[in-house]
């Protein structure tokens, strides 16, 4: 069933646990993220990014909201990283309840300004804007940014921001990384505390692949309640590809069991579903996989 984001980050918060935010960019990935909510009957939001929307449009749009329409359990929709005020009115208009309005790389005062007006544009469709302040080394959709121009959030400029702006929801740079890195990334948990303490909005943590169970539950401890993940399940839906060409060759042969589109799909979307659900599991402090490295 199709739910609002901020309803979900809000119910998880009040719980002790976070929610998990996936970014999906077909209607295979979509249905293998939402195979893992079901199976667990917990929440889940779907997340576009700027790119796959620019790609594809309203039609992916609109096959991801039927997709939270008709799951089993609340789905959210969120607009990720997206620097475009008349795109973040689009993808309101569309559906979203949600989305991140990204000033992170302005001046303070810019991104201020910045957000201030993403919020008073969400008003109008009854949404939410997430915030960021901050801003994460790594690589997303294509995007890469240096460690040297990363810069981690000030928890009293977190205060500051959070009042002027009306941000509903936060997200934070503790040493995060978006994508994958050649060692984990060291998160700052203190930092992370000093901003709950200092804001009373919902936090979020991007680029939570490759981070670990202990520490994705140590942050979710000391205030997110939203964490967002796009590497692992990306990366296990196309080895999945990966792997089918390789078993069946160069030549697929349409008349062999295996070998046909519908095969090649549902094996993806089934790999995305078990790194899916191991996410889902930590978030919300389930029983996990003890194989599992997520």
């Keep these: 069933m199709l739910a609002k984001t901020i309803d979900l980050v809000r119910q998880a918060r009040s719980k002790g646990v976070a929610v998990g935010a996936f970014n999906t960019y077909d209607l295979e990935l979509t249905r293998g993220i939402v195979a893992a909510a ?26 991801t909201l039927a997709a939270a329409r008709v799951a089993r359990v609340p789905v959210g929709l969120n607009l990720d990283h997206c620097s475009d005020l008349d795109m973040i009115e689009r993808c309101l208009a569309w559906g979203f309840s949600a989305a991140l309005a990204d000033g992170s790389r302005l001046p303070f005062a810019e991104n201020i ?75 700052d948990f203190e930092r992370l505390a000093r901003i709950a303490a200092c804001v009373d909005v919902p936090l979020v943590l991007h680029g939570a692949s490759g981070i670990g169970k202990e520490s994705i539950q140590n942050t979710v401890l000391r205030g997110i309640a939203k964490l967002n993940v796009n590497t692992d399940v990306r990366s296990a839906f196309v080895q999945a590809l990966a792997a089918w060409g390789t078993r069946v060759g160069p030549e697929p042969d349409l008349r062999t069991k295996g070998h046909d589109l519908l095969d090649v799909m549902q094996e993806a979307s089934a790999a995305a579903t078990s790194v899916a659900s191991q996410i889902i599991r930590i978030c919300n402090f389930l029983e996990t996989d003890s194989s599992s490295n997520a």
């Design 113 to 187: 300004a910045f957000t201030r007006q993403a919020v008073t544009l969400a008003e109008r469709y009854n949404a939410a804007i997430e915030a960021e302040l901050g801003y994460l080394a790594g690589t997303e959709d294509g995007v890469t940014v240096a460690i040297r121009e990363a810069s981690l959030t000030d928890p009293d400029q977190a205060r500051e921001f959070v009042e002027r702006t009306g941000a509903a929801l936060l997200a934070v740079s503790i040493g995060n990384v978006h994508g994958y890195t050649p060692d984990v990334p060291l998160l």
């Design 38 to 63: 079901e199976q667990l009957q917990q929440p889940i939001i779907l997340q576009l990014g700027m790119q796959s929307i620019k790609s594809y449009g309203e039609p992916l749009v609109a096959a």
